[in-house]
């Protein structure tokens, strides 16, 4: 009997000549093509594309495998995984390998946006992770993608176990080279002592040329293959047209090698192998270090991701990669297991610590209707889950997203020091040629090296590293705050504030509504009453809508329409009903006067019903004012409920002031009206807040708020512990501290090393230790943002 191949369906008339293991089991293809296909498709870890494909593959033609590669993530049920689609565009946050500074950000931003259908690409150089955006009707992304291979660069979609696994790699490539260019060092500087001190006085012209020879055999491997990443950075930049970091240095290595081996073939002249290979030795050490530092400030939101289970447990008891998942699915999770997927818990009571997400140490209670998140521990109880979004539309995977783009957006200061780290490569040559020009007619002999250390003492890495390892650092530890960042320019504002404008319902409260009191009029029966008003208030999406979900809805309500701000209103039996303001609910408003009721549901605008409810005030609230009041900042709240309620959590709070019963629009026109020295920090969670969150000068979204709020917002607070906010303002002013330290030691020595470089007081030893130094010295002053301890001690400042 005839097999069919299984990439492509087609009948096999090989025989099994090519086969390839997927899924535990071999698999016959029917052609070469196929199998290399099918290869390349099982070793970049998209096996579950052969799961979830809705047909079988068109016949692959033999193409150049990198080529086939990409290909692949073009196929729809491939990028189901890691591609989020909204409003016609398509987003993926993908892994770069090879960035090793600015320019190599910039030059990649500056290709790949001039691409037909590319909307944004923001590459983070700590992180080594970018995200596109691009319109799929005019680009594939493996068009994308093969744009930045052909710069020199490898980019895929990004994975935190592939993304890990390639940096090992790399690490233990560095670790090679290291080990070569230290071995070729040792014995180099063995001969130069022989050379240069004349340890052996007398010694013959011969066995000088030969030590020459030697050394010229133990440097030529470090130039050729320890020094190797330097020439590719450098190559990248040129072809591009732009000056990158290692230009300056491929630069020095190759003059002082050719300069080097000319002196040794002509037996005329100085030789410099021994600066060759301690060069390459101290840049790679650095370059280690440096690496390592920076991994440790990008791991923290990549390991966010790795808390996903790898296999996910059905409610049949089937196991399936996590990762396949779809919505709808029913899994089940056992105590002291994390959950696979964010969901709807549909069966089951337990507790579930959250601490990833929110930073709060205490599990929070769960039962059946509650959501609950991926990542996120079950702690003592057995429940079933149905899955309400797939791993690259969770919760954990938005806030790798979020801070990604947080990450990437500069603050003034490092958006200047990254224009002038690119143009001060350009200097630094031209300098170096003067330099070299003017010795060479005072001291020929020394004019080579002089010009040397100029090229490698001023190399301005430390620099471009100032800033985004500050903000790597700084985001990650927000995150461990339970704060995610939305804006890069949070750093700044946050510190700048003095007035911070707050709302009520579900921010200072805690928005866990209930009805309190209730009242009907007009014979309508309390009953009839509070279903009307469940079924209207089931098309809202705001706390005062939770506090009738319990009630069983009347059927047959038509048109309902949500006026923001206001309340709702649609026809039922024919007759306008409405439920809101008494303003918007009532004909005749004045008559709620008399009672402190904020709800009213009305018929064709007679009133019907009357609602007191009861909003609990977070146990963090009067804490939050009163730190403000001690940091100089005065508070308004800004609700658009006008009961005494209002008034009342003012007066307990000791709010500033307070403006109430205002529309959405109303609290524009109050933000609108203030001061322009006034800055402004807006704190909300409806949709009635979207637009005062979007025109604050800076805005935090309470995390059980609307999706609205948090789209608007730049700052989103994850738990309900209103105090972080405190914590984040003393972490924003030591992260511009930190940054401003980067900065002036990054400028300070360099300024200070030109002109001694320049001088030729500075051995080309010296000034490798002191570049690859200056370099590690700004990325571990950064790491000081990862402390555990940072924000007590903050506090205790």
Request: some cysteine; proline content about 3%.
């Amino acid at each position: 009997m005839t097999q069919d191949c299984y990439h492509c369906g087609e009948p096999v008339l090989t025989g099994d000549s090519y086969q390839v293991e997927i899924q535990g089991a071999n698999r016959t293809m029917c052609c070469p093509g196929c199998e290399a296909v099918a290869t390349t498709i099982v070793a970049n870890g998209l096996t579950s594309y052969y799961e979830y494909r809705t047909a079988p593959a068109e016949r692959a033609n033999l193409v150049p495998e990198e080529l086939q590669s990409l290909s692949l993530y073009d196929n729809e049920d491939v990028q189901q995984e890691f591609v989020r689609h909204e409003n016609g565009i398509d987003e993926v946050i993908l892994s770069v390998d090879g960035v090793s500074c600015a320019a190599c950000a910039w030059l990649i931003e500056k290709q790949i946006s001039a691409q037909a259908g590319v909307s944004r690409i923001q590459v983070n150089t700590t992180t080594n992770r970018a995200t596109l955006r691009w319109d799929p009707s005019k680009a594939k992304l493996s068009t994308l993608l093969g744009e930045i291979h052909n710069l020199g660069y490898k980019a895929a979609p990004f994975e935190a176990d592939n993304q890990e696994a390639q940096y090992h790699r790399t690490m233990k490539q560095y670790l090679y080279k290291l080990g070569v260019a230290g071995l070729a060092t040792m014995q180099v500087m063995m001969l130069a002592v022989a050379m240069y001190f004349e340890v052996f006085g007398d010694m013959d012209e011969s066995f000088r040329n030969y030590f020459r020879w030697v050394s010229l055999i133990f440097a030529t491997p470090v130039l050729l293959y320890s020094a190797m990443p330097f020439y590719i950075n450098a190559w990248r930049n040129l072809k591009a047209r732009t000056l990158g970091m290692d230009v300056p240095v491929s630069i020095a290595l190759l003059f002082a090698y050719f300069a080097s081996l000319y002196a040794t073939v002509t037996g005329v002249g100085e030789v410099f192998f021994e600066s060759i290979a301690m060069f390459t030795f101290f840049l790679l050490v650095g370059r280690f270090l440096e690496m390592r530092a920076r991994r440790t400030a990008a791991a923290a939101s990549a390991n966010l991701l790795k808390l996903i289970p790898r296999l996910a447990t059905l409610d049949s008891g089937e196991q399936i990669p996590a990762k396949s998942l779809s919505v709808g699915h029913i899994v089940r999770v056992l105590p002291g297991e994390p959950f696979p997927a964010d969901g709807v818990i549909t069966e089951g009571v337990t507790t579930v610590d959250e601490s990833m997400l929110t930073g709060e140490s205490m599990p929070e209670a769960r039962e059946s209707g509650h959501s609950v998140f991926a990542g996120t521990l079950n702690i003592d109880g057995n429940v079933n889950v149905k899955v309400s979004a797939e791993k690259k539309d969770s919760l954990i995977a938005h806030i790798v997203q979020l801070q990604d783009e947080a990450q990437l957006a500069k603050p003034r200061v490092a958006q200047i020091a990254d224009i002038v780290a690119r143009y001060f490569v350009a200097v630094i040559l031209l300098i170096s040629a003067l330099t070299w020009w003017y010795w060479q007619s005072h001291r020929p002999d020394d004019a080579f090296w002089i010009m040397l250390s100029v090229l490698v003492a001023t190399c301005p890495c430390a620099l471009s590293l100032a800033t985004p390892t500050a903000l790597t650092c700084s985001t990650s530890t927000f995150g461990r705050l339970g704060i995610l960042l939305r804006r890069g320019h949070v750093f700044e504002t946050l510190t700048k504030v003095n007035r911070v404008i707050v709302d009520k319902t579900g921010t200072l409260t805690e928005g866990n509504i209930t009805l309190s009191h209730s009242a009907t009029y007009g014979g309508t029966s309390s009953e009839q009453a509070f279903s009307i008003a469940a079924a209207l208030e089931s098309y809202a999406n705001h706390p005062i809508a939770e506090a009738f979900c319990d009630i069983e809805a009347a059927d047959g309500i038509t048109q309902v329409e949500n006026v923001i701000g206001e309340g709702l209103k649609g026809i039922y039996l024919g007759q306008e009903w409405r439920i809101g303001k008494p303003e918007f609910a009532l004909t005749n408003a004045h008559e709620a006067k008399t009672i402190d009721h904020q709800i009213w549901l009305s018929c064709e605008g007679e009133k019907v019903a009357s609602f007191q409810l009861v909003d609990p005030i977070r146990v963090s609230s009067k804490t939050l004012i009163d730190k403000f009041h001690e940091a100089g900042i005065a508070v308004t709240m800004l609700t658009g409920d006008n009961s005494k309620t209002a008034q009342a959590v003012a007066t307990q709070l000791g709010i500033d002031e307070l403006v109430s019963g205002v529309s959405p629009q109303g609290k524009l026109d109050y933000l609108n009206s203030l001061p322009k020295d006034q800055i402004t920090m807006m704190i909300g969670d409806g949709v009635n807040d979207a637009p005062v969150l979007a025109g604050a000068h800076l805005s935090v979204a309470m995390g059980g708020g609307t999706d609205v709020a948090k789209a608007s917002a730049d700052m989103v607070l994850l738990g309900d512990d209103l105090t972080k906010l405190l914590d984040a303002r003393h972490l924003a002013g030591f992260t511009q501290k930190i940054i401003r330290q980067n900065l002036a030691w990054a400028l300070g020595y360099n300024l200070v090393i030109l002109p001694l470089a320049v001088m030729g007081f500075v051995a080309p030893y010296i000034a490798v230790a002191g570049m690859s130094g200056s370099s590690v010295i700004v990325v571990t002053n950064s790491l000081r943002l990862f402390k555990k301890d940072l924000i007590e001690r903050l506090k205790d400042k």
